[in-house]
């Protein structure tokens, strides 16, 4: 790095007061699904012993952030669980925390799990966003992908989703199959877009080491994604929703616009991940990060379980993020949202002028097209978020 310095406390970026999100981990789902890489197990007989360990884990940690204004079911399958559990989860989070009045709580649901009986019940017990791993609308590539729903299934529960009074939807969708054409891409977004859910999440296909979708791509059974068709269906994405109404805030986020309404459609809680606010995770490989700290639970539901019944919190590891850690995060982050990196904020955060620093590392990609300025910010171009990581080295690289 180079010499200018600032001690943590001057690099810190100024969110600790903000309200916390929290983030429950539930590690259970019907089967795994060959391209995910998040821990999750299939013996649901072992979901009340979790349930009850997350409640002790949740009272443990009580008071941990002065307030919170999300929370987060993720997995696994958190739909898995029935409202009566997500209920008493529910209250253990308001017992532990100072949870705000208008408080976004969001359940992830597969659409192979869930009736209209039991997301009545999910918006009765607390829940008041949904997102819907819709993945596809093509049963084929349902099918690929390893999903235990149809199609059919999934636009039954999103009709189901409206009719029990869930009027902020997300939609997840994931693109870049091997052999997927823009023109079968396009139905799908075709499909998505009438249903004009709130939010939309579309998602590469991403080969994870270790999952058995990587073993099969390097076993030669079926070819890697074309990384050139994957970045120009990226582009197609951007410019279909922008024009079906939906705005990209983040390179794989969008939200519908609602114009005069004054509604903010975008998720909360993963904005906090993006914009450095505290969040505390709960559950089996849940993840953590307050003060410039970053925490994360064991991988493992039986270790998980073995230290909260022996009156231990199940932190696996631990880190103190450096001020380098925190400028490339930064950096990182801060590309991957449409708004950009506000170099404002960035220099009360660590004393450095973002133009002065970077100048001579900006000007090939402001050339190239990959970035604009405008006022006080940096963001990426459209070609620039297609090239993130290319963009992002060039930016770490000028910190050495």
Same mark, same amino acid.
Not at 11 to 22: F, Q, S, V, W, Y
Not at 218 to 232: F, K, L, M, T, W
């Given at each position: 790095?180079?010499? $200018? ?7 810190? *970026?100024?969110?600790?007061? %903000? ?153 997840? *969708? ?13 139905? @799908? ?18 080969? $994870? ?17 074309? @990384? ?5 269906? !990226?582009? !197609? ?91 490339? @995060? ?23 002028? !973002? !133009? ?41 690289? %000028?910190? @050495?």
């Amino acid at each position: 790095m180079q010499n $200018e310095r600032a001690t943590d406390t001057q690099a810190a *970026l100024g969110t600790d007061t %903000a309200p916390a999100g929290i983030y429950i981990h539930v590690p259970f789902c019907r089967a795994k699904c060959p391209y995910c890489d998040f821990y999750s197990v299939t013996d649901s007989d072992r979901i009340p012993n979790f349930v009850d360990a997350l409640l002790k884990e949740l009272k443990r940690r009580r008071g941990r952030v002065p307030s919170a204004d999300t929370v987060y079911f993720g997995g696994g399958t958190p739909s898995i669980l029935t409202p009566g559990q997500i209920e008493r989860i529910l209250g253990a989070v308001h017992d532990a925390f100072n949870m705000m009045p208008d408080s976004e709580v969001t359940l992830e649901v597969n659409p192979g799990t869930v009736s209209l009986d039991s997301l009545h019940g999910f918006r009765n017990a607390g829940i008041n966003r949904l997102n819907i791993g819709l993945q596809s609308t093509n049963d084929r590539t349902l099918g690929f992908l390893g999903r235990i729903h149809t199609a059919e299934q999934a636009r039954n529960t999103y009709r189901w989703a409206r009719q029990a009074g869930f009027d902020n939807v997300g939609l997840d *969708l994931i693109y870049g199959i091997p052999g997927q054409s823009r023109e079968a891409w396009r139905a @799908e977004l075709a499909d998505v877009t009438r249903l004009k859910s709130e939010h939309l999440s579309c998602y590469t296909l991403t080969l $994870e080491p270790g999952t058995p979708l990587a073993d099969r791509v390097n076993q030669g059974r079926i070819p890697s994604p074309d @990384e050139a068709v994957v970045g120009d269906l !990226f582009v !197609f994405t951007c410019k279909w929703l922008d024009d079906h109404g939906y705005r990209q805030y983040e390179i794989s986020n969008f939200a519908r616009q609602d114009p005069g309404k004054g509604i903010d459609l975008r998720s909360r809680h993963n904005r906090k991940y993006w914009n450095f606010v505290p969040y505390l995770g709960f559950g089996p490989a849940a993840h953590s990060f307050l003060d410039q700290c970053r925490w994360w639970n064991h991988r493992n539901l039986a270790a998980y379980l073995a230290d909260v019944a022996a009156g231990r919190l199940p932190v696996a590891e631990k880190e103190r993020l450096t001020r380098d850690q925190q400028l490339i @995060e930064a950096i990182y982050l801060g590309l991957r949202q449409t708004d950009g990196i506000d170099t404002v904020d960035f220099r009360q955060r660590f004393a450095i002028d !973002f !133009f002065d620093y970077f100048r001579k590392a900006m000007v090939p990609l402001i050339d190239g097209g990959l970035i604009q300025l405008a006022s006080r910010r940096v963001r990426l171009t459209a070609q620039g978020m297609r090239l993130l990581e290319h963009v992002a080295d060039v930016f770490i690289q %000028a910190l @050495e």
